[in-house]
DNA sequence: ATCCGAACTGAAAACGGTTTCAGTTTTGAG
DNA sequence: CTCAAAACTGAAACCGTTTTCAGTTCGGAT
């Protein structure tokens, strides 16, 4: 009589050792079905698994990833993941990774400094054979742990600028001065910013330096009534633009750095009856899947987050197999536009 | 000189054992430092802790997980992560295990019975100490497994319907004969259906039963041309809506129950220049936070979504810490009347 | 000084696998 | 049939922690 039937559930978990007495083989030989079955003559083979299938097995990953040194795991953190900017970001790394054999343990930062440092720390503790990262701009003691445990890890979302730190990125300054250069040359010169919180945000940082080389080499003296930096939420890119709104001197055009706060921004247009783009021009940035489904249909910066998403994990987990750094890549993006941008009313 | 000074890094990855030994002590010192600080004179922890700092020692939670039987991770599968309803129970999910000191381990299943079958493999294996599952239906073998190896599990999004299997959710059949009651005050009877696929989604099915039970009640016979099934995207809900509109009996008010093809219809609406809600009525489901920025703002059923992720994890959590299965909850929603409802045209 | 309990520390046995190395079978050619 | 090579299998040494149990040290009361 068997020790495990097919009816009764045994109360601890079952081990690798009790598959190889009820097998009646070694532990190695159900280790080797398991993870090189060619190694395994065809009856024996046949026979663990079916001692395996029968008891419901699940290797214990934790085990063997203490005894393989892999635990093919890689570590993602990103600031949030209701912008639907980076959940598209994350599903195409899930997918790279899973397509190669690999887990994603995520990490959501909100956008806190305090906030990476732990979750680098605990990623860092599963043991995430590599780690991907937003933004390149962070405290030195970050990389310094990174390094010193010699965990491989890909910059993305903006250059890195560090010949010993890849990224996989578009310039976040350039995309902006995409954006700017179309208003401008529409004819704008009065131009708004409504931009993400730069604190610990390189992103939104390099975005809004853009905006302010531009109006500087516009000759447009520096209004702070006309930039608003606030959280990612479409109420605060309606608030900013009402207030930009009733500024003394409007201006014709706003440039929002993210689609979030632009989608806010055109509803409060709209509940004002002000024509868009007739009497003011909005451009986003992000190029959101739902901006094409609005009325107007949102001008804006297509950035490439999946790609990114994607070919940062490939890189990275070439990298952990490869034991060789990848080069950094910048990605290009593109001004998309559509219906909210138009020239100055005269 | 002691072995590892202040710059040089060492090749392998250092352990306890290298900490016990240059802080003179032994490993099990070490470990209750990290674990039992209160257990160790503080003499013995500050001298401890100036070593691990000095060499960015990180533990190995691999190791830690076996000895201790404990991963402190939580297993999460749902079928997309770029649907915002999804992101933002998600995240909270994240906040509430965060908070009681758990990880996520997140499995995107694409709404694929294959692919959940085979994250919940991976995340037995990752030895996550419970799970949270998307919606209640599912094949046996599912449910077996995870008995068999005695891993908690919360069901989410679907009441469950089993006693030994703890769901937190809503009702979706309630929810849609809330969204279909609405239409019908209004005095609609030729009313179209957009869902999502129903293969694979116990959710998606109850609404569509709920719809065709009301349109039975109604004694409206059922016209196949009134009943699209589609995939969650927007151009879905845009080109379904855009078919209704070109069948023999336009309805007079379509129930997408789901927000991102409701916003794909009422885009269609706006291509064609057919006034919502005067011409046709719009409710959508799900209450996506965008829905109230479009033109016009959309109506629709809210879903706890957050909510139900903090529950379902803290419930998990009890569950896991306590040993005790918990009670079952079926949370309420709410119909959000805003502009793309009023009565039929004459 | 002496003694006692409390506080602290260390040795060693798990935890559940992988992997090397050496034996034991098979196989196939001569 | 013989024998070497190839294919297969098992014993045992890890992997880096936790935790129990027993020993040691310390502080304070006598």
Redesign the pocket.
């Known amino acids: 009589m068997s020790s495990a039937g097919k009816g009764n559930i045994p109360k601890e ?1 079952v ?3 009790e598959i190889a007495a009820e097998a009646r ?5 159900v ?2 079905v ?2 090189h079955p060619e ?3 065809d ?2 083979r046949k026979a663990v698994e079916a001692v395996i299938e029968r008891n419901h097995f699940v ?2 990953g934790m ?2 990833a ?4 892999r635990s093919r795991t890689i570590g993602l953190i990103i600031p949030t993941i209701t912008n639907s900017i980076y959940a598209s970001s994350t599903q195409a790394i899930q997918k790279a990774a899973q397509e190669q054999g690999y887990s994603v343990l995520l990490g959501v930062s909100e956008f806190s400094a305090r906030e990476e440092a732990a979750l680098v720390r605990r990623l860092l503790e599963r043991r995430v054979e590599g780690l991907i990262l937003t933004g390149a701009e962070r405290p030195e003691r970050i990389y310094e742990t990174l390094e010193r445990n010699r965990v491989p890890f890909i910059l993305a979302w903006q250059p890195s600028g560090h010949p010993e730190r890849p990224s996989v990125a578009f310039d976040n300054y350039q995309a902006a001065r995409l954006a700017m250069r179309h208003l401008i040359q529409l004819g704008h010169r009065r131009i708004g910013l409504i931009c993400g919180r730069t604190t610990a945000n390189d992103r939104a940082l390099a975005r809004r330096q853009a905006y302010e080389a531009e109006m500087t080499a516009l000759g447009v003296p520096r209004r702070e009534w006309l930039v608003f930096e606030r959280d990612f939420e479409f109420i605060e890119g309606r608030t900013a633009m009402h207030r930009m709104l009733d500024a003394r001197f409007r201006p014709t055009a706003v440039f929002c750095a993210n689609d979030i706060q632009a989608i806010g921004a055109l509803a409060e247009c709209r509940d004002r009856d002000l024509a868009v783009p007739d009497e003011i021009s909005i451009v986003g940035f992000d190029d959101l899947p739902i901006s094409q489904y609005l009325s107007p249909q949102l001008t804006s910066i297509r950035v490439p987050a999946s790609q990114m998403g994607f070919l940062a994990a490939e890189k990275l987990i070439a990298w952990i197999e490869g034991k060789v750094m990848p080069e950094s890549e910048i990605l290009p993006v593109t001004l998309i536009r559509r219906g909210t941008s138009g020239p100055p009313a005269k």
């Open positions: 978990r081990t690798i050792r083989v070694s532990i190695a030989t280790s080797r398991l993870n190694q395994v003559s009856t024996t290797m214990d085990a063997t203490l005894a393989s040194k």
